[in-house]
């Protein structure tokens, strides 16, 4: 194979399609590993002005509203340390929204 970076996409493209079932022409394995299904499903309720505040917090996350949600409920379900700790949250820890 030529140096991956003088090729092009398409290139690319092909030799790797070319090369998928040849052991070892790739490099290493790598274990895929399926995601977690998530299944589970809780409805709650906001207001009007909630909402919107929950969405702009996740927009502003890059996030989707469901996975920022999910975020923040599952930070806050964390053990919390007293303030004479001397410990400061991460942003990603802190009280959403």
């Given at each position: 194979m030529?140096?991956a970076e003088?090729?092009?996409?398409?290139e690319?493209?092909?030799?790797?399609?070319?090369?998928?079932?040849?052991?070892?022409?790739?490099?290493?394995?790598?274990?895929?590993?399926?995601p977690?299904?998530?299944?589970?499903?809780?409805?709650?309720?906001?207001?009007?002005?909630?909402s919107?505040r929950?969405?702009?917090?996740?927009?502003g996350?890059?996030?989707?509203?469901?996975?920022?949600?999910?975020?923040?409920?599952l930070?806050?379900?964390?053990?919390a340390l007293?303030?004479?700790?001397?410990?400061t949250?991460p942003?990603?820890h802190?009280?959403c929204?």
């Amino acid at each position: 194979m030529e140096d991956a970076e003088q090729m092009s996409e398409a290139e690319l493209a092909e030799f790797y399609y070319a090369h998928r079932n040849d052991p070892g022409a790739l490099g290493e394995e790598v274990l895929r590993t399926e995601p977690s299904r998530l299944s589970s499903m809780v409805s709650v309720r906001f207001t009007p002005e909630e909402s919107v505040r929950l969405r702009n917090a996740a927009e502003g996350a890059g996030l989707t509203l469901s996975s920022y949600l999910r975020q923040c409920t599952l930070a806050s379900c964390e053990p919390a340390l007293k303030p004479t700790d001397g410990y400061t949250a991460p942003p990603s820890h802190r009280t959403c929204a």
